[in-house]
């Protein structure tokens, strides 16, 4: 039976290789984890794509086939779960599945359950290490599910608990940013301390407002403030 395990340090078999597609929106990072853990003669592992945002992945997940995704939750495009809303048919295959394992620098509880719900198999951080990542990326195309420490309390408590919510389809459909806004918005800012606080302009807040409020057939920030209330977003 697959077990939830922590990351351990390497793997057993020298021989054994896996084919992994990088998905991150910071060439640095994707290029850093690439001198770590793609010296495949040393680590088994083959980095055989790379991409920066939902569509990139898609394309390159569907043209390499590859056994693991390392996915970064924040993706421009709609996020990591988009990525796995669309790739849910490899996912779904049963010879030579397409397994993902996220790899984000966010420790957020609702992170880490979205991607878990959309169907990756683990989460970790990146405060990870090399050796410890080889490691995830080798038991989940076991199957295993990994976590970084703390983080499966989160996936536990979500799906153990009786009265935890089902799937948020609502949530599901704002992008991270329009999240943010959201948040914000339910905790009383103005349009200009938004602005200011994300760094962007008061009417790009009001265009991410407006998108939130259709999305989730809501009138006012009003009712969006009870909405987030009742989510425990806020």
């Not at 077990?3 to 020298?14: C, S, V």
């Given at each position: 039976m697959n077990g939830t395990t922590e990351p351990t340090g390497g793997h057993a078999d020298p021989d054994r290789r896996v084919r992994v597609v990088l998905v991150d929106d910071h060439r640095m990072f994707r290029t850093g984890v690439q001198a770590e853990i793609g010296r495949t003669e040393e680590t088994g592992v083959e980095v055989v794509g790379e991409a920066a945002d939902v569509d990139q992945a898609v394309t390159v997940?569907?043209?390499t086939r590859p056994e693991v995704v390392l996915l970064d939750v924040h993706l421009p495009g709609g996020g990591g779960?988009?990525?796995l809303r669309r790739c849910a048919p490899f996912m779904g295959a049963v010879e030579n599945p397409v397994r993902f394992l996220a790899l984000s620098?966010?420790?957020a509880?609702?992170?880490v359950i979205g991607v878990i719900r959309g169907g990756a198999r683990g989460y970790v951080t990146k405060t990870i290490t090399g050796a410890d990542l080889v490691d995830s990326v080798f038991r989940v195309q076991d199957g295993d599910a990994v976590f970084s420490p703390r983080l499966a309390g989160?996936?536990?408590d979500a799906f153990a608990s009786t009265d935890a919510p089902p799937v948020d389809e609502d949530l599901d459909r704002l992008t991270q940013r329009e999240r943010e806004v959201l948040r914000l918005i339910a905790r009383g800012y103005a349009y200009k301390e938004i602005a200011k606080q994300l760094f962007i302009s008061v009417k790009t807040v009001e265009s991410h407002v407006s998108a939130v409020l259709r999305k989730l057939q809501?009138?006012?920030r009003h009712e969006l403030t009870r909405w987030a209330?009742?989510?425990r977003l806020v």
């Amino acid at each position: 039976m697959n077990g939830t395990t922590e990351p351990t340090g390497g793997h057993a078999d020298p021989d054994r290789r896996v084919r992994v597609v990088l998905v991150d929106d910071h060439r640095m990072f994707r290029t850093g984890v690439q001198a770590e853990i793609g010296r495949t003669e040393e680590t088994g592992v083959e980095v055989v794509g790379e991409a920066a945002d939902v569509d990139q992945a898609v394309t390159v997940i569907t043209a390499t086939r590859p056994e693991v995704v390392l996915l970064d939750v924040h993706l421009p495009g709609g996020g990591g779960v988009e990525v796995l809303r669309r790739c849910a048919p490899f996912m779904g295959a049963v010879e030579n599945p397409v397994r993902f394992l996220a790899l984000s620098v966010s420790d957020a509880a609702e992170d880490v359950i979205g991607v878990i719900r959309g169907g990756a198999r683990g989460y970790v951080t990146k405060t990870i290490t090399g050796a410890d990542l080889v490691d995830s990326v080798f038991r989940v195309q076991d199957g295993d599910a990994v976590f970084s420490p703390r983080l499966a309390g989160f996936v536990l408590d979500a799906f153990a608990s009786t009265d935890a919510p089902p799937v948020d389809e609502d949530l599901d459909r704002l992008t991270q940013r329009e999240r943010e806004v959201l948040r914000l918005i339910a905790r009383g800012y103005a349009y200009k301390e938004i602005a200011k606080q994300l760094f962007i302009s008061v009417k790009t807040v009001e265009s991410h407002v407006s998108a939130v409020l259709r999305k989730l057939q809501l009138s006012n920030r009003h009712e969006l403030t009870r909405w987030a209330t009742a989510r425990r977003l806020v």
